[in-house]
Structures are given as structure tokens and as C-alpha cells.
């Protein structure tokens, strides 16, 4: 049997961006800037806190942060955040490199799977997304997708989130317009979990809030950032800035502007509840300067969130991501194209909480079909980044001395007992033109509005308790 | 009876095969006729293999190890059924053509076809048109099968059926090919009787020529 020295069995394909004096270069600056400028908070209790814990205030309500104090707030903030679905079972780990998929929030529009129309989207729209997300195995936690325009427009988000919660079991990461719907949410997912103490438990809900950049906190970000300090559930405080518009033209300055903003939020966070979840994201795009659209799937977008998923390794947070993206009007060729660019990224990358699968048109519309197609692109890239595995046990050279020169590999053993660890898709084609032919000569575009409409059509998601649909119920008609 | 022909199929078709021997023994001990055994048995395992290969259940290996461990009891079998000449499902001729010496696929089809019943001759690889001619006259091939992976040798088959029809040998025998550039189309072109695009539908166009 052949020795091998230091052997390593399993090495992945390997993704470095920043360097280590660089990452610190970025961190430095951001430091400079929240001590020299400082950020604008529209929150007076977030301003008395701030003050108290030794803080610099000046101009009224302009904030500047001496190092100490961001670096209090990264030295209590946990590495790792493990949320549950609605059964409580773990689900979805953020730590280290784990990925996990999810939908975008908030879409106008949807891209019709029976008549192709986009359009605004209805109530049952927004379900038959969730129920979506429900049956697709890569697609991990959901979001909102929709904004439905059949409801009274000030219960947006409770029935949102009453749906995510009835529609599916994955974890859902939510958005709110103001701290009482924020408290509603959490009101309701705690009815599910059975109260407040099992819902902190399990994580089964995480906050996605912005600041307002550049460089200011507005005040129902801040009211809400704050709530869930308090609440000991996670939040994801991104900056979500267009360089060239609302940030530094360069990508370097890019993440300058947002870790100022990020780490500004997690002093808030920090001080308010020292060891509440929190995790690091940004959303660092670029203004397209002949369209002034955002760009959800350029070359850059990708260096941004890579970045950011190694300098929040770096801190020590769990990271927001990005992917299944694109900035196409239809699911065509572009979209398939930005999809596979945004997955490869963010798997190499490692980032978290991945999210926006399905966005298209700077994250105007959602296409289900778009979903469909990432979930198949995770699974794919999984099958690229699990590398090759050189052990005694693969390297077969008693199999290639048994069978010799001129023999075949098709019949053995070994063969049988390995050739399933090869990636089987099952929406790209690989099928002989006959075999393709006979089942109806079919694009990958057809397959995934087949797929959209078979599921939407079929799935039965696990059905949520009567008594807990009927707690969901009356919060929601509390709320109106 | 039945129980222990359950077991001997679901032994083919989990390729078992180590076992198989062990199935077919117990069956002619017990007094089972062997073309019984081959066909309710053994044949019938591989014919519900070849349906969940066609339903994409089954992959290659599992269906070739299944075919191998059909084999395996088929070898008990043999000497037993010549003697009370039982007839097979028909002889096939079986080939890659001149200039290919590629086998892989001819001997996936090969391998199918005796596990549905087939009686197989195998010329091998880079076969002439003359080696081919020679088989049919002197045998009692029912079909010949030609097989070529490269572009380059496909146009001896068409020789071979020229050849055939010179030596007025062509209406002895059904023509079937197959190979990754070869399609229905070509088939028909040079005046085979069939084209099958993969091992599996080899065995049903093998018995749909015969019948």
C-alpha cells in the first residue's frame, strides 16, 4: 500500500480575494471615517446609549466612534447563528463557510408561469411562491418575494408573514415597515414556536433592516435594530448602496462607506443586549451609469459580496449573500448566464444567508422560474465544489491492474459502488437527440415553467395547526 | 415455486452475484423444467431491468451487473436446455466494423441481448466486410448487428450490406446498427432494417425484427 505524507483527502476548488493586510486596510479605514465624520443616527435613545457607552456626539446627532467601542461590539457578538424550521428541527447554520439559499423580498412584479405577463403581484401569487420554496430541496429559507397589491397595503407584512408561516416550514428571513409591525411579526412567529422563549430558542425568524446611506441610521431602522437586540432574535442590518450614487465610485470605497454603516449598527446592537445574533451583510452594487439602473448581476456585484463574506469571517459573523440573481426582463439566456455567475460566486465565496434568488430587472420583478433554475445551479456547484477525493480508496490501482489494457469499467464493482457520487441533474438535459425527441424537444426554459406550474399545481406543504392558524388570524385582524 | 423464482429475479436484477447460482441449483432440485427457469426466472428479471433502465430508475453499471449475474445462472442452464433443444429468442451476429477498435458499447448490447434470450456471436472489433459475409453464410444468424463509434469507419457498414447483397446473402438475415454518430436516418440510407439508439432499445428492436 503507498505512504503518503500529510495527506489530504479532501481539497475543494479554493477562492481567495482580500488579502489579510488588505482586509485590515478596509477595516482601518472604516475606523478612520466613524472617528473623523462619524454617522448621522435619526434615533435619540440610540444617541443616549451611544453618548453613555463613551461615544462622541456632536452637530446634535452626528455620532463619532472611538476604535474601542467597535471593537467591544465585535468581541461580544456570537460566530455563529442556528436557525430552526417551523418544527424546530436546525435547519439553516450560519457559521464558517456553510451556504444556504433563500428568496429576495419585496418584488412589484411577477413574471406570470401560465400567461407570462408581468404584472403585480396578488396574495395567491405570494403563496404559491412560498409553497415554492417550500418543495425545492436547495432553496433553503424564504423571504417575501412579492408585494401583493389585493390587500390593504398597511397589513403588507403581517400578511406576508402569516403566509411564510402557513405556507411553508423553512426558516424566514423578514422585512417590516415600522417597529410595531416589526413586533407584530415577531408576535406571530413566537404563536408558532408556542411563546417567546422557544421562538429565541429556535431562530426560526431573522430581520433584514438597512441604514440609510450614505453614513445615516434612520430611525424605524434603528427602533427595530434595537427590538431585536432586545428580543435576542437575528437581524441582518445591510447597506444596500449604489457606488457612484450613494457611495465611493470604487469597490474598495464601496466597503469602506458600508462596513462604517455596519459596524456602526452593531455598537447599537451590541451595547443595547451584548451577545444578541447579529449578521454581517452589505449589498454593494453599482449604479450602471448609461441606464442609472442598479446592477444585481455585474462581474463587480460578485467582488463586493466576496469581500464581504471574508471580511465577516474575519470579525467572526456569520455573512449575507447574494445570488440567483440577474438583471434580465425575462428568463433567457442572459438570466441562465447571470444565475450561474452569482451561485459559482457565492458558493466560492461562502457567504451564509444567500438571498435575492429569483430577482431580475435590478430586483424589480421575481421569476419563479428563476427560483427552479438556482435550485438546480446550487445543486450543481455543490458537485463542483466538492472537489476530488485522492485517497488509497480512489486512486484504484488494484481495479486498474484487474481489469488491464484493453478492458472496460463498466461492469465492476467498484464502478457500481462509486458512480452514483457523480451529480445526476434533473433539469438540464443530457439525454441521447431520440430519448430528447420522444419527450417532446424541450429548451431548459420550458422545463423550468413545467416544473414552476407542477409544483404550484401539486405541492402540499405541511399543513400549520388549526389553533396556531387561528392565533396568526387574530393578530392580524388586531393589526387592522 | 413461485417464491423461489421471486427471489431469483430479484437476484438478477440487485446483481447478485454471488447468489445466482445458489437460486438456479435449488430450482432444478426441486424439480423446475429449465426453460422455466430461464424464462420466468432469469428473463424476466432482465426484462423488468430493461424497463427501469428505459424509465431512468436504472443506470448502465446496475444494469450491466445484472445482466452478468443473468449470465452467471444462464452457465448452469445451457448444457441442460441444448439437450432438450430448446430454442433461444434467435442468434445474433455481432460486430465492430472494419478501422474501429472500439467495443464498449457493442458489448454493453451484446451482453443485453443474451440477457433476453439471444444467442450471441461476437466477432470482436475491426471486422471486414468479408468476416462478416463469412459468419452469415456459414451460421444461422437470424440478425446481424454492426456497430462503429467513429465517422470514419461508419461507411463499411454500408459496404457490408453491398457486400451482403452481392452474395445474395442479404434476405437470410435482418440488419440492425448502432453507435454514437449513427442515427435512424443513416440506417435507413444504407438499407439496415433497424436502428436502436441505446443497449436497452437494442433488445426491443432485436425482437420486433424477429417477429
Redesign the interface.
Known sequence: MMKTVNAVAFQSPQFSLLSDCQIQDIHLAALEVLRETGIRFHHTGAIDLLKHAGAFISDGNLVKFPAKLVEQALASAPSRIIMCDRDGEPSVFLEGTKTNFGTGSDCLNLLDPYTHEHRKFTREDIINGYRLVDALPNIHFQMSIGIPIDIDPKLTYDVQMLEMLSNSTKPIVFVTNDLASCQRAIDMAAAVAGGPEALREQQHILLYSEPSSPLQQSTTAVDKLILMAKTELPVVHSPGPQMGAVAPITMAGGLVMSLAEILSSLVIHQFTNPGAPFVFGAGIHHMDMSSMQICYASPEFQLTKAAIAELGRWYGLPTWGYAGCSDAKVMDEQAAVEAMISVMAAKLCGSNLIHDVGYMESGLTTSFEMIVLTDELVAMVDNFIKGIEVSPDTLMVEELNTVGPGGNFLSTKATRSHFRSYWFPTLLDRKIRATWLEKGATTLGQRLNLKVREIIESHQPKPLATDKVQALQTILEKAS | MEQLLTGMQKCVID?EIDQIQGYVNQALSDGMEPSVILNNGLIAAMNEVGQRFESGDF????M??A??TMQTGLAILKPLLIKADIKTAGTIVLGTVKGDLHD?GK??VA?MLEGAGFEIRDLGTDVNSEKFIEAVRNGDADILGMSALLTTTMPTMKETIDALVEAGLRNKVKIMIGGAPVT?KYAQSIGADGYA??ASRAVSLAKSLLN
Open positions: 446483481g443506470f448502465v453499471p446496475e450491466l451487473i445482466a452478468q464498449i458489448n454493453l451482453m435512424e439508439p441505446d
